[in-house]
């Protein structure tokens, strides 16, 4: 059963950290998740450019089902429209991230009462993100910004949810949380 989007928002806000997973192969992306898992990641994103990723979803929900797991979350990342977002869906997604805000992404996200984090750059593409419905704005990439972006940011937009993604490593993770970031997304520096 899919989390409800308030508690997969509170899981995202307390843990801080999104798993980015972005695989060649499916059959590594459901160990490296379990690794993930075990070292104490709480949301893991499953890029839909790894093959088989929907399958992985649906998978990963059902085996955290049988764990009876309510802590663990998992989303499907880079969803660029409508029709992906509701495919993701039905697959089991808990949450929905892009690099892009499509109205049609969002608006799926919505009608399936399903977290969604649509991808900006500038404040104006934030703003459009959040009037759109984002429950959070992923914005990417965030090393281009830098932690000061978000700090600045915050003072015009003191509400906005913002995940910096692209570049974000556990190293440079707390400048970016301290400036003002809600949560972060990290792929490579967590799998290579």
Known sequence: MR???QTVLDILLETKIVAVVRMKERRKL??????????????VEITLTTPGALEAIASLIAERAERKDTEFTVGAGTVLDGATAEEAVRAGAEFLVSPITDPGMIEAARRAECLVAP???TPT????ALRAGADIVKVFPATSLGPQFFK???????GARLMPTGGVTP???PDFIHAGACCVGIGTALLD
Request: charged share 25%.
């Open 3 to 5: 989390m409800n989007r």
């Open 30 to 43: 459901e160990s490296a998740v379990r690794a993930l898992r075990s070292g104490g990641i709480k949301a």
């Open 119 to 121: 991808g900006a750059f």
């Open 125 to 128: 593409e934030i703003v459009q």
């Open 152 to 158: 600045d940011i915050r003072g015009p937009l003191p």
């Open 171 to 173: 190293e440079n993770a």
